[in-house]
């Protein structure tokens, strides 16, 4: 086999995390992982480095600034205060606030982010950051044992080299977080095979291909239990085939959860290691940059083999290498057998007996055969820094103490964005989001992706059970969704979902100088830039109007100058 520029990234402190004793997800499993190539004296092969810890800045390519800066302050002691009791940001059990997530989340895309750079600048062939992978973690709250999603921070970098991106995921879970971030795009092309069912985030079927321009880029491919190599292999080549055929991507991100392995203790798939490391070796032949991260597996011993073996594979070396262990730190982990392996167990190939794989492969090809040719995208040089960076401006805090118009201006930026967000919050709860998916939500009526993104249903990872998240109204804690109706201060005239957005008067005050100038406006018959003849007339020129109880705003109109 061929040998390729291998970049292998890696942080020594990353396995000193812990998300809690009892919780299956274990960083522990890259420090592993780190000991076997060593082990096996794969480490001069490889270009190893240890990348930059990922800034806040870089965070927020992708992820809300207000969501970055709660992971950079959340500790076990303050999450239920910062969370709003369990209600935003970390919801339900699958993601605890613990020591260090922030410092751990650096760690992760730090890694993604430079191997994403290191393979555009075309200085290694394929990089690897086994500490990345993490695919369920969301725009605005983490998801899935995931806080920060670094593969889709890592696909942003490479797009501003190149025109399109293949991003692969062969995790048991669907890598809904990423198909959620591209879902209207396409420029990358997201391609999962997952288990579907009453499994979790609950989506990825065949029906959920995109939106907008982004129609027809997103492929699920969902699997039923016990899905072995053979079965495997027969739907993942033609696939991935057909994409490369017709996408023609410059780039390839390939997601090796390792939960899809027999014996998991979160999986019901049953690949071999070699099954499993089957997939790295077919997409290494294609000859594309690749980027290989790492993802679930909660059978530590299992996942470092896997990933040591995947590791030999982007080496070319996995016919050189013993099979029987070397001693390492972890030898006795690895007991009774101390071999490099994972065999499949006597689960029954559930994919098979109704002849669903035969149908999900042919609907597959069909809807990548509908695809036009590979879409176009004019390219231009992309500062690698930021505007402040650039323009010599730093923080606000470091020119020196603010004055009292710089306070009140921070005040009156302060409570107008403030305003836009709820804008912002309202209108997504119209738009399509992957934590439902679309064919679930058709068998449960045409209102299914809004009802339940305003129920905030959440599935858990650890239990496989939805469950609710309270509103405020509900024994006074939980979320409301600010604009719908269900703010604590609009208890008295509730508008419906589809009325325009009110905003109320509340205890909080912003700029008093704004909200004078707002009731000005009111009085001389002016709204939302139009004036209102009836209030012009019904004024008649008189300034002793009491202040309105609220006032009524349309999403993106321009106020007059």
């Avoid at 059990?93 to 751990?104: I, L, M, R, T, W």
């Avoid at 725009?139 to 797009?159: P, Q, T």
Wanted: with cysteine; proline share 4%; aromatic share 8%.
């Amino acid at each position: 086999m061929s040998k390729r520029r291998v970049t292998y990234y890696y942080d020594p402190d990353v396995g000193a995390y812990t998300y809690g004793l009892s919780h299956p997800m274990k960083p522990q499993r890259m420090r592993i992982t780190h000991e076997l190539l060593t082990a096996y004296d794969m480490l001069p092969k490889m270009h190893v480095l240890r990348a930059k810890r990922a800034s806040a800045e870089t965070m927020t390519r992708f992820h809300t600034d207000e969501y970055v800066h709660f992971l950079s302050r959340v500790t076990p002691e303050n999450a239920q205060q910062l969370t709003y009791q369990g209600t935003r940001f970390l919801v339900g059990e699958d993601n605890p606030a613990f020591d260090g997530v922030f410092e751990f989340c650096s760690i992760s895309a730090g890694g993604s982010v430079a191997a994403a750079h290191r393979l555009m600048d075309g200085q290694t062939d394929i990089a690897i950051n086994w500490a990345g992978g993490l695919h369920h973690a969301k725009k605005r709250e983490a998801s899935g044992f995931c806080y920060i999603n670094d593969i889709v921070l890592a696909i942003l970098e490479m797009l501003r080299t190149v025109p399109r991106v293949l991003y692969i995921d062969i995790d048991c879970h669907h890598g809904d977080g990423v198909e959620e971030a591209f879902y209207t795009t396409n420029r990358v092309m997201t391609c999962s095979f997952h288990k579907f069912g009453e499994y979790f985030p609950g989506t990825g079927t065949l029906e959920d291909r995109g939106r907008g321009k982004g129609r027809g880029y997103a492929l699920n491919v969902p699997l039923k239990d016990g899905i072995t190599d053979e079965s495997y292999k027969s739907v993942f080549q033609p696939v991935i085939d057909k994409i490369i055929e017709v996408f023609q991507p410059s780039a390839i991100v390939l997601q090796c959860g390792a939960d899809s392995l027999s014996g998991d203790k979160l999986g019901c798939l049953n690949l071999t290691m070699q099954g499993h490391a089957s997939c790295v070796q077919y997409v290494r032949k294609k000859n594309i940059p690749l980027l290989l991260l790492g993802g679930g597996g909660y059978t530590v011993k299992n996942v470092a083999r896997t990933w040591t073996y995947e590791t030999a594979c982007a080496l070319g070396i996995e016919d050189e290498i013993d099979l029987n262990l070397p001693w390492n730190e972890y030898f006795e982990w690895f007991g009774p057998r101390y071999r490099l392996e994972v065999p499949e167990s006597n689960m029954d190939d559930m994919n098979l007996k109704d002849g669903s794989l035969d149908r999900i492969r042919e609907t597959a090809l069909r809807y990548l055969s509908e695809l036009r040719p590979a879409p176009s995208v004019g390219l231009q040089d992309v500062p690698r820094e930021s505007v402040g960076e650039h323009l010599g401006i730093g923080d606000a805090y470091e020119q020196g103490p603010l004055d009292d118009l710089d306070e009140q201006l921070a005040q009156h930026a302060k409570f107008v964005y403030n305003l836009q967000e709820r804008a912002a919050h309202s209108d997504s709860d119209s738009d399509y989001d992957s934590d439902t998916s679309l064919a679930r939500a058709r068998t449960r009526g045409g209102s299914g992706p809004r009802s339940i993104r305003s129920g905030k249903k959440r599935m858990s990872l650890l239990t496989g059970e939805y469950y609710d998240v309270p509103r405020l109204g509900e024994g006074g804690n939980g979320h409301y969704d600010l604009g719908c109706g269900h703010e604590p201060w609009a208890a008295a005239d509730l508008p419906s979902l589809g009325a325009k957005r009110r905003f109320f008067k509340s205890p909080e005050r912003g700029d008093s100088r704004l909200e004078r100038i707002m009731a000005e406006r009111e009085r001389a018959g002016v709204r939302n830039g139009r004036t209102i003849l009836s209030a012009l007339m019904a004024a008649g020129g008189q300034d002793h109007a009491s202040d309105p109880e609220e006032f009524e705003m349309d999403v993106d109109t321009e106020e007059d100058g």
